[in-house]
């Protein structure tokens, strides 16, 4: 906790009130030696204390499984609001977290790597047009690994939508 605390103390102290301190946190490291979701319950307040403003819960890539309920725990010991990550790029999902109270937002990172436009057309209705991660990592992972551009193998107009209009 401590070498959070600090760096979250310093930023809140050079900053002030000036901005929006977020913190990415992955609530729970099941390598050995690792940390528990109970370490996770006792530093998440510590950090609200020390002037974080929004917490982001996004556990680690692994077996699927109800990830929006690791940020529930988190939600119930904190007042600051808390963002799910991972495993919300199905919509149904990602609406019942916000719906069941689980979360206040829903972050996603590949699946806007395989359709920027997911969030539009969530909120247009139009489910049917989107291109679904399957989170295969070939060219998302696999383009930082390769030292190349990311990109989709289900989309491959990924990182490209906007060079048309320029």
């Excluded at 977020?22 to 099941?30: A, G, K, M, S, V």
């Excluded at 309920?69 to 609001?81: D, G």
């Excluded at 247009?124 to 047009?129: A, M, V």
Aim: proline share 5%; net charge negative.
């Amino acid at each position: 906790m401590r070498l959070g605390l600090e760096i979250v103390r310093a930023i809140r102290a050079a900053a002030g009130d000036r901005l929006l301190l977020l913190y990415r946190h992955t609530p729970q490291e099941d390598a050995p030696g690792g940390y528990s979701l109970a370490d996770t319950l006792q530093f998440m307040p510590e950090l609200v204390h020390a002037g974080v403003d929004v917490l982001d819960i996004s556990p680690s890539i692994g077996p699927h499984g109800e990830h929006a309920a690791l940020a529930a725990a988190v939600k119930q010991a904190v007042s600051v609001p808390v963002i799910a990550v991972n495993g919300m790029r199905e919509v149904a999902r990602a609406e019942a977290a916000l719906r069941e109270g689980k979360c206040d937002l829903v972050a996603l990172g590949r699946q806007l790597i395989a359709d920027a436009h997911w969030p539009t057309k969530v909120r247009d209705g139009r489910l049917g047009e989107i291109i679904a991660c399957t989170e295969c990592s070939e060219a998302c992972f696999g383009g930082l690994r390769r030292g190349v551009p990311i990109g989709c193998v289900n989309n491959p107009a990924s990182g490209k939508e906007y060079l048309a209009q320029a």
